[in-house]
């Protein structure tokens, strides 16, 4: 069966610091990934989803990157971390664009 | 472009009531609709899922949500809800973006909160 790992679970990280979220799923290959940020009462933003190896797209512009190294693992970064980056991320993978997604236990992240 | 609208932001219930969550959408195309559950500090779980044939979907917990085309709705109900269902629910569609491209788009979430 398909499992998706995330981790840290929980980061405090201060403002100016670089940041670094890693997502890995067993079970399937050529998975499509996402990235999303959470805020309360806003939903679920899309930052960046790949449909393969090396393919990124960003929804929003903003202070952070993606990058798929592997086709099975997804990585969230930022060189220098803003208050407003706090929040809850969350990665997920889904078998097509647009499909049923499958998400991870997710990261919450505190710039101070 | 596609979107989704969850008329309600909380719904608070007594246990055993009945319970509906609400969401429309907008969509020119022919759309697929989830919704998910969050239970605090964790991931989404799919609950429910529409993509095509019957317009009435059940979860394995006794949650159903029945598709309207003509309404563009996919509300979220349950006869008789529990102390565990307390939780965020997000309604998804799926759309065709373009080409061959699908979009995920969600909610901003319902919180129901279920009191004894």
């Known amino acids: 069966s398909q499992t998706i790992h995330q981790w840290p679970a929980t980061l405090v990280q201060p403002v100016g610091s670089p940041l670094s979220l890693e997502c890995t799923v067993e079970?399937?290959?050529?998975?499509?990934l996402y990235w999303y940020r959470q805020a309360a009462g806003r939903g679920l933003q899309l930052l960046f989803y790949?449909?393969?190896?090396?393919?990124i797209s960003s929804e929003v512009p903003q202070n952070l990157s993606a990058s798929r190294p592997q086709d099975r693992q997804f990585i969230l970064s930022s060189k220098k971390l803003l208050l407003s980056d706090s929040g809850f991320y969350l990665c997920?993978?889904?078998?097509?664009?647009?499909?049923?997604?499958?998400f991870g236990q997710g990261t919450r992240l505190t710039v101070v | 472009a596609q979107s989704v609208t969850q008329l309600d932001s909380q719904v608070p219930v007594f246990e055993e009531a009945p319970v509906e969550l609400r969401c429309n959408y907008s969509?020119?195309?022919?759309?697929?609709l989830f919704w998910y559950v969050q239970y605090p500090n964790q991931g989404l779980q799919l609950l429910l899922k529409?993509?095509?044939?019957?317009?009435l979907v059940e979860s394995i917990n006794g949650f159903e949500a029945e598709f309207n085309k003509s309404q563009t709705s996919f509300h979220l109900r349950k006869p008789s809800v529990h102390i565990s269902d307390t939780a965020e629910y997000f309604c998804?569609?799926?759309?065709?973006?373009?080409?061959?491209?699908?979009?995920?788009?969600f909610g901003k979430g319902t919180l129901l909160t279920v009191n004894p």
């Open positions: 997920a993978w889904s078998v097509w664009a647009g499909g049923e997604a499958f």
């Open positions: 998804a569609v799926s759309a065709n973006s373009g080409g061959s491209n699908y979009k995920l788009t």
């Open positions: 529409y993509l095509s044939g019957s317009t």
């Open positions: 790949s449909v393969g190896i090396g393919q």
């Open positions: 969509s020119s195309v022919s759309v697929y």
């Open positions: 079970g399937t290959s050529n998975p499509n």
